[in-house]
């Protein structure tokens, strides 16, 4: 399942909007979300990896509502060494969930402060695959609320331009500029103004790389799959940033 697919589904998730919402309003918020009956044969690997990001610090958890496998997920991240606590306000994750209105293939996606944050990398890139196709449909939705987090990013000197998985251009955020770029659908047109660049016209129909908030920050990325068009932040970082 791609990003696009992923948000419309879990939109249906009647307690999601006011979730996005609250993520959004607080700096700093960071939300694992898990399409998946069985959240425990990925949520592991899953934190495992975040913790390696340097993401996700502590290993307490809570279950701030019922799950039909809560013992069997309960048990995974016990031995993985995580420890199981009933007060929420002391754990370092916190885990709930919801029915989706319709059955959707299994995937996950993180979101800080509103904004996706992609984490199909490495071994979740595999995993995610995984998910996708050797697993059924799912019904359930997980969501980890994750507290005192401390992430390790970076902003950007430049942007790169990639088309059809081939670097172009070199584009730098220190100054003010406009590009377009002809690919095989039309055009596709980038501005940088304050250290930020984003996607300012696109002939793609979905439009949602029009809609991508500005990205800055190493390792961000806005996509415009019609097109075959990648824009990404240079520079190190802890994790990739996909939206659109």
Known sequence: MDRRGFFKTILSAPLFAPLLLSSSSSKGNLQLYIIADSPQLFLPLILQELQNYGLVSGFTFTLLNPHPEEKDLKRSLVQKGWRYMSKENRVAAALSFNILRKNAPPSFTLIRSGKIWDIRSKRLYALWKEMNNRHSLSTWLTQVSFKGVQEKICLGNSVFIYMDGQKIENVT?????????????????????????????????????????????????????PNHFLLEVSGSHSIDTSIG
């Open 173 to 225: 955020l220190k100054k003010n500029s406009f590009r377009s770029f002809r690919t095989k659908r039309g055009n596709i047109s980038i501005v940088v103004e304050n250290g930020k660049a984003r996607v300012s016209e696109s002939s793609c129909c979905h439009r949602i790389c029009l809609l991508s908030p500005p990205v800055s920050s190493a390792g961000e990325r806005i996509i415009c799959a």
